[in-house]
């Protein structure tokens, strides 16, 4: 199955037809490798009806022909549930693209014949390279800031940062991601169910300022609720649409790892953040790190061995925010943000103490540690101290 699927070309005569056939094939529960793969292999709607093309796919995919004849069966059967979910998706706001779309990522043509046949977008899918940030759900305060740190710099940067829109690291990724250059950064949320379920829970808010300037993006239809197994089919989508993975707080058995393997076996760059050997919590991306990963020590020196290629296509800032940017940076900036954290790696300060030591002034320490404490990087305890939060 190392064949190279179809996005952005060879597209058929009856495309509109194919179109609700492959989100027909799409909504069918099954083996989600074997309906890839068969979707890669449509070229007219009349083929979902034919014996001799369940024959001949099951014969090139080396499966089973009944389990072929099955799914195209079930496919069949929702046609016009297909017909009815682009219809909801369009009044939804939602872009139903599929393997013969030219909006269809290019990057996905590396999965082979296990790119997704349909992504439901919401907002922009960015043509810009982004890497992908992942972790452990059940990041520390250390972790946490790493991935705050990396990924505001790699966005600040023009690159698009990539990830899983789930607890612990996904989220301070995407957040930072999405406050760099004057709160216009690109981060896309690769989603485990359907992109108008509420998970996690309470995410709608986050989930549209996301969109904004982003997308939101996923594989599974429309009220599809997340299952286990659902992440570690959506990490292979993390994986190929980012040129280079980057692995914060990963225990042993962890799905960031898949990631990492995934993104390995595409040709991609993985690197790994090391943490404390006593911890359970970098035990994977130390194993990673033993295997080969680069390390990752510092975003601006990651940033210095993008390759050419990906350099030149990095996004300059818009001008109607660079002088914001550069306003922003002033006062509440990258530098401030940074320096705040590792005062606080200390012990708990007070707002005064952290305004003395960074020589800042006190309203902006206060308006500083307002915006981490919403992010979950930051508690205020008794006296007003503040400290790194634990997770």
């Known amino acids: 199955m190392a064949e190279k699927p179809v996005p952005n070309g060879n597209t058929p005569r009856d495309a509109d037809d194919v179109r609700q056939t492959l989100v027909a094939l799409n909504l069918v529960h099954g083996d989600r490798g074997l309906i890839c793969a068969l979707a890669q292999r449509l070229r007219t709607a009349a083929e979902l009806y034919s014996d001799r093309f369940a024959e001949e796919a099951a014969s090139s995919l080396e499966a089973p022909p009944d389990r072929v004849r099955t799914i195209l069966l079930a496919a069949r059967g929702r046609l016009d549930d297909a017909r009815a979910e682009m219809t909801r998706a369009i009044e939804d706001g939602v872009d139903v693209v599929t393997l013969f779309d030219p909006e269809y990522p290019p990057a996905l043509a590396d999965l082979g014949l296990q790119a997704p046949p349909v992504l439901y977008v919401r907002g922009r899918l960015t043509p810009l390279p982004g890497i992908s940030i992942v972790g452990s759900r059940k990041a520390d305060a250390y972790g946490l800031e790493v991935a705050a740190w990396f990924a505001r710099r790699r966005a600040a940067a023009g690159l698009g940062v990539i990830s899983g829109f789930a607890r612990g690291i996904d989220p301070a990724a995407h957040r930072?991601?999405?406050?760099?250059?004057?709160?216009?950064?690109?981060?896309?949320?690769?989603?485990?169910?359907?992109?108008?379920?509420?998970?996690?829970?309470?995410?709608?808010?986050?989930?549209?300022?996301?969109?904004?300037?982003?997308?939101?993006?996923?594989?599974?239809?429309?009220?599809?609720?997340?299952?286990?197994?659902?992440?570690?089919?959506?990490?292979?989508?993390?994986?190929?649409?980012?040129?280079?993975?980057?692995?914060?707080?990963?225990?042993?058995?962890?799905?960031?790892?898949?990631?990492?393997?995934?993104?390995?076996?595409?040709?991609?760059?993985?690197?790994?953040?090391?943490?404390?050997?006593?911890?359970?919590?970098?035990?994977?991306?130390?194993?990673?790190?033993?295997?080969?990963?680069?390390?990752?020590?510092?975003?601006?020196?990651?940033?210095?061995?993008?390759?050419?290629?990906?350099?030149?296509?990095?996004?300059?800032?818009?001008?109607?925010?660079?002088?914001?940017?550069?306003?922003?940076?002033?006062?509440?900036?990258?530098?401030?943000?940074?320096?705040?954290?590792?005062?606080?790696?200390?012990?708990?300060?007070?707002?005064?103490?952290?305004?003395?030591?960074?020589?800042?002034?006190?309203?902006?320490?206060?308006?500083?540690?307002?915006?981490?404490?919403?992010?979950?990087?930051?508690?205020?305890?008794?006296?007003?101290?503040?400290?790194?939060?634990?997770?």
């Open 176 to 391: 930072r991601a999405r406050a760099a250059r004057a709160g216009t950064g690109r981060t896309a949320a690769v989603l485990g169910c359907g992109i108008d379920v509420d998970y996690p829970r309470s995410s709608r808010r986050t989930a549209a300022e996301i969109a904004r300037h982003g997308c939101l993006v996923t594989e599974f239809p429309l009220g599809r609720q997340p299952r286990p197994h659902h992440f570690p089919i959506r990490n292979r989508l993390i994986a190929a649409l980012g040129f280079a993975s980057l692995v914060v707080r990963a225990a042993r058995r962890s799905g960031s790892l898949i990631t990492a393997r995934l993104a390995l076996d595409l040709g991609r760059d993985v690197y790994a953040v090391p943490g404390s050997v006593l911890s359970r919590e970098s035990a994977g991306a130390h194993l990673l790190l033993r295997d080969g990963a680069i390390p990752a020590l510092d975003p601006d020196a990651m940033l210095e061995t993008l390759p050419t290629s990906i350099l030149a296509r990095l996004e300059s800032p818009p001008e109607d925010t660079a002088e914001a940017t550069r306003s922003t940076t002033t006062t509440t900036g990258v530098s401030e943000v940074d320096d705040l954290l590792v005062a606080l790696r200390e012990g708990a300060r007070t707002p005064e103490e952290l305004a003395s030591r960074l020589q800042r002034p006190v309203p902006g320490v206060l308006a500083t540690l307002a915006r981490l404490e919403v992010d979950g990087l930051v508690r205020r305890y008794e006296g007003a101290n503040y400290a790194l939060m634990a997770r």
